[in-house]
């Protein structure tokens, strides 16, 4: 069964740093597209970010551009997600998701497979 996994989130101060985690069991994300994505209350599911398979192309939501950065190990079979200059406005539970055929958006509909989520919240 094909599982993801998200680790990493926490309660931080604005302007402080986290890295999520995406772990995966039962595939090889080698083959799969990953997205990040986040959903604050009350609000609807936001592509975050993107990376190919190959980790060669990135893609990032205008918010967090030049904060976040998306990147993989697939020798640890792991995708990750640091968050630098953390804002209040980034606070949400925070999902990664694979897709296996090749897609260069971070639009929800086009991912398959889904973790449970990582709460991050940045406040003081």
């Known amino acids: 069964q094909l599982q993801l996994v998200e680790s990493g989130g926490g309660l931080v101060q604005p302007g402080g740093s986290l890295r999520l985690s995406c772990s995966a069991s039962?595939?090889?994300?080698?083959?799969?597209?990953i997205g990040w994505f986040r959903q604050a209350p009350g609000k609807g599911r936001e592509g975050v970010s993107c990376i190919s398979r190959s980790g060669g192309s990135t893609n990032y939501a205008d918010s967090v551009k030049g904060r976040f950065t998306i990147s993989r190990d697939n020798a640890k079979n792991t995708v990750y997600l640091q968050m630098n200059s953390l804002k209040p406005e980034d606070t949400a539970v925070y999902y990664c998701?694979?897709?296996?055929?090749?897609?260069?958006?971070?639009?929800?509909?086009?991912?398959?497979?889904w973790g449970q989520g990582t709460q991050v919240t940045v406040s003081s």
């Open positions: 039962g595939f090889t994300l080698d083959y799969y597209v």
């Open positions: 998701a694979a897709v296996e055929r090749v897609v260069t958006g971070i639009r929800a509909g086009e991912y398959e497979y």
